[in-house]
């Protein structure tokens, strides 16, 4: 089955500064990409995500990159804010779109 | 926007007893819908899928005679743990699949944490 793996675990950033989560999956037939921010006591929600025939995605101070050659992909947040802070989950999903299996996950903290 | 709501938001119970959570898609049909555990700083692991009408399909490791999933209709799913011990304490989380919408995307509800004493 899929595995998916994340990195850093934890992050620690300057407030302004841009912050890099890196993802890894196993299944070369997985073709949904999102990310989600999971903050203390809730569940996750849908930051970004991206499908296997793009190779980038940007939205706002939000962006996605997918190399499916080497099944990796990264999570780049710019000009970071405190209330970036958070847990981040990446995660694959197949093409039979029935399990979305999660990464990890990273803990992001910006500091002001 | 797709919205999930789960209830209860939070639930003790003491061992040996029964607790049940529902999921509702609120603004959707969900012919699909899922269960996740989350142990503190951990990641969401899938316990079971669930299609509206039929058996919950679960994960390897996850005693269906301990969690019974029903999915009686489009929008709503729930869980029941029986025979709750401490170890069942967790944070729980379902997620739904709008059958109307893109087709790959899971809307989260916002989770339901469990206590057994």
């Known amino acids: 089955g899929e595995n998916v793996e994340q990195h850093p675990s934890t992050l620690s950033v300057q407030e302004g500064d841009s912050a890099v989560i890196k993802c890894t999956y196993s299944d070369s037939a997985s073709n949904y990409f999102p990310w989600y921010k999971q903050e203390l006591g809730k569940g996750p929600q849908l930051i970004i995500d991206?499908?296997?025939?793009?190779g980038e995605k940007k939205d706002q101070r939000i962006a996605v990159t997918l190399n499916k050659t080497a099944k990796h992909f990264s999570l780049h947040i710019t000009e970071t804010q405190p209330e970036d802070s958070a847990v981040y989950f990446c995660?694959?999903?197949?093409?039979?779109?029935?399990?979305?299996?999660f990464g990890p996950g990273t803990s992001l903290s910006v500091i002001p | 926007g797709a919205v999930v709501s789960q209830h209860p938001s939070w639930v003790i119970c003491k061992s040996g007893t029964s607790v049940k959570i529902e999921c509702r898609s609120l603004d959707f049909q969900a012919t699909t819908m899922f269960w996740y555990r989350q142990f503190p700083k951990q990641s969401l692991m899938l316990m079971a899928t669930s299609n509206e009408g039929s058996k919950a399909t679960y994960e390897q490791g996850v005693e269906k005679d301990k969690f019974l999933i029903n999915h009686a209709s489009l929008t709503l799913s729930t869980l029941t743990v029986t025979s709750a011990h401490p170890e069942d304490s967790s944070f729980y989380i379902c997620?739904?699949?709008?059958?109307?919408?893109?087709?790959?995307?899971?809307?989260f509800g916002p989770g339901t944490r469990l206590t057994v004493t």
């Open positions: 995660a694959a999903m197949g093409t039979s779109y029935d399990k979305v299996i």
């Open positions: 997620s739904a699949r709008d059958y109307g919408g893109r087709d790959y995307e899971q809307y």
């Open positions: 991206i499908r296997s025939n793009v």
